[in-house]
């Protein structure tokens, strides 16, 4: 199983931002995903889960009406749209399946 993250960087508070999690090793589709961050000095939480058919979707609710989460099973891959960004979104994003995680990607909120 590989969980590669990418998309991650500087953006001023109230831009966008979209995460890409590439998966390989395993039948992606069969699979439930979720986005999760941890911020410097802080517990890693979860952000978003999407089911194996994308069909539903649940978000933490810092990011609800802010952060979308969906996927491509044609591409193995899962997505993370992130809007209206905040100083406090601020954190390594992980992709995450079962008990595989990718290695992160670093998000920053600054002006």
């Known amino acids: 199983v590989q969980l590669v993250e990418s998309g991650g960087g500087l953006v001023q508070p109230g831009g966008s931002l979209r995460l890409s999690c590439a998966a390989s090793g395993f039948t992606f589709s069969s699979y439930g995903m979720s986005w999760y961050r941890q911020a410097p000095g802080k517990e890693r939480e979860l952000v978003a889960f999407?089911?194996?058919?994308?069909?539903?979707?649940n978000y933490a609710d810092s990011v609800k009406g802010r952060f979308t989460i969906s996927r491509d099973n044609a591409k193995n891959t899962v997505y993370l749209q992130m809007n209206s960004l905040k100083p406090e979104d601020t954190a390594v994003y992980y992709c995450r399946r079962g008990s595989y995680w990718g290695q992160g990607t670093q998000v920053t909120v600054s002006s």
């Open positions: 999407i089911t194996n058919s994308g069909g539903s979707t």
